[in-house]
RNA sequence: GCCCCCAUCGUCUAGUGGCCUAGGACAUCUGGUUCUCAGCCAGAAAACCGGGGUUCGAUUCCCCGUGGGGGUACCA
């Protein structure tokens, strides 16, 4: 074995879209290639033709790089390797590592029925045919599966993160490799797959951890060197069962339309079954790369906490740079009908600095998006909790907001330092607290109980709108809102 | 049934025989915060699954039990 660079592959099968347990078996071993200068390949194993599809390739693809996980080498199969499972099975057959097998499914299904529970196991009965009786049924047409012929031993390895682990072989069943209509076995194909691609290092889910003796008995009676392996812990749900469909949102295209952004989901989906040790927690990308190491990998399954997640994505939505954030949001924001590209670009300094004063109250884009709606032009939505808390007395709020606006209307000078002293001599004048001129004018300007600091909001959202947004106020107190 | 894996606060985890009166983070609760909080600050509550060993000394090493998970297909 020489020191050569480590070539690593994410395997996964083209059934259904790119689930966060798959997502987070490609981040390590994605991570794992980028740190230590090794070779990240991308295989859509539709070993089982019937279940795949194009959109599920599609869909994988799309969440693999919308998480940033570029690739190096990329195999689609599309039936293109079958011969070379088959070569692979026949060679097997011709070197007495495995026999033709003439049970038919059915028949198995029966004994495995009759079995005394569920402790069944292939008899062997077709591995004590005589060799010319086996050729002839062939020959004349019968049909057969290939089943590998399981030696007597123990099958152990030295797992990356379990450390030594063994199965004794008499507990190994002679599985069958090619099909009746020769057609590979999954261990067959990522064998002969990883084989072909000349992969160094396995690293996926520890479900998988009782077909490895299997193949590394292939590996073996193929003559071809072991891989090392590495079985990561599942993610479970909440309720610490494998993760499905009950617990919610499992693909990652759910949470990119949740508003969240891949940074925090890779650095989430990282922390969930590794620790860089230590009490560091949010992390970019390349930290990540940076810290990673196989040592921090965890043995226990680790639970799925969609709180912690949006908590985490709050944190990277206040920290990224905001050039990296824009992207994120303005499509967004677009959608939403606030704006167009063009628009945004043409105030590009103005829209950037409006989402470094929302960013830090929000843990989505979503949430920005909502908080952003008052400062582009178009009616407001008053929310029903602010009306009721800050404009309890109608007349009065729209007296005391008239007032504001006759102030506002007259400032010189359009900024925060002006415009605070302006308000506060306006709150003693009326004898209100300012907290009580404050919140009203809030709900006014935002709709919302929850904003920036209330002159922060006045200055981004410029005289002109302000002005209107609280003369609209004055009038749906006095008109529409009134009951 | 059989085989394999796993086990620190509710959750993610730090901890590699004495530094542990077990640390951090999320969530929860409490208090503070020139105007709001979903922001910020301070604080509280909260865990080594059980039993045996080994050792001067176990959260840490070993064994057994218990609990959880995975596998046991002509699925992947």
């Known amino acids: 074995m020489t020191s050569a660079s480590p070539r690593l592959r994410f395997a996964p099968s083209p059934t259904g879209y790119l689930h966060v347990g798959g997502a987070r078996t490609a981040l390590f071993n994605w991570l794992y290639a980028r740190k230590f200068g090794g070779a990240f390949l991308l295989r859509i194993e539709d070993t089982d033709r019937a279940r795949s599809t194009d959109e599920s390739t599609r869909a994988i693809f799309e969440g693999m790089r919308w998480l940033g996980l570029d690739w190096d080498e990329e195999v689609v199969h599309q039936g293109a390797n079958l ?6 099975a026949r060679a097997l057959l011709s070197a007495g590592a495995a026999y033709r097998c003439f049970c038919t499914a059915a028949e198995l299904e029966e004994r495995r029925k009759t079995a005394e529970r569920g402790a069944f196991k292939y008899d062997r009965r077709c591995d004590r045919l005589a ?20 030696p007597d031993g123990t099958t152990e390895w030295e797992d990356m993160v379990h450390e030594r682990v063994a199965f004794p072989n008499k507990d190994l069943d002679d599985f069958v490799i090619l099909r009746s209509d020769a057609t590979p076995i999954y261990n067959l194909a990522v064998v002969s797959d990883d084989i072909a691609m000349r992969i160094t290092l396995v690293m996926r889910g520890d479900d998988h951890i009782s077909n490895t003796p299997k193949q590394i008995l292939l590996y073996r009676a193929l003559g071809q060197p072991v891989p090392q392996f590495a079985h990561l812990p599942m993610i479970h749900g909440t309720d610490g069962r494998k993760l499905s469909k009950r617990h919610g949102a499992t693909a990652v295209g759910d949470y990119q339309h949740m508003g969240l952004v891949p940074e925090a989901m890779v650095n989430f989906l990282a922390l969930l079954g590794w620790s860089p040790g230590g009490d560091r927690e949010v992390l970019t990308r390349a930290e990540l790369v940076e810290l990673f190491s196989p040592a921090g990998l965890q043995k226990k399954a680790a639970i799925f906490d969609p709180q ?6 709050g944190q990277h939505l206040s920290l990224m740079p905001l050039a990296e954030l824009e992207p994120y949001v303005t499509p967004a924001i677009v959608a939403a009908g606030l704006a167009t ?13 409006l989402l470094d004063l929302l960013r830090v109250r929000a843990r989505t884009v979503d949430d920005v998006v909502r908080q952003a709606r008052p400062y582009f032009p178009g009616a407001l939505e ?8 800050h404009w309890k007395e109608r007349e009065a709020a729209a007296t005391l907001l008239q007032d504001v606006h006759a102030a506002l209307a007259e400032a010189a000078d359009w900024s925060a330092e002006a415009l605070e002293p302006l308000l ?15 919140q009203p004018l809030r709900v006014a300007l935002t709709g919302l109980t929850v904003s920036p600091g209330i002159f922060e909001v006045l200055v981004m959202m410029g005289r002109e709108l302000a002005l209107e947004r609280i003369a609209s106020a004055v009038s749906w107190l006095r008109g529409a809102g009134r009951r």
């Open 341 to 353: 590209p063009e628009s945004l670009d043409r105030e590009r300094e103005r829209y950037l600095a």
């Open 308 to 313: 912690k997640l949006e908590w985490m994505n």
């Open 382 to 389: 008053y929310d029903e909790a602010a009306v009721a808390k």
């Open 131 to 150: 060799p010319d009786e086996a050729a002839r049924r062939a020959a004349a047409g019968e049909p057969f599966t290939i089943r590998f012929r399981i």
């Open 424 to 438: 506060r001599e306006l709150a003693e004048r009326s004898g209100v607290a300012s907290g009580k001129l404050f």
């Open 83 to 88: 011969e070379r499972h088959q070569t692979d």
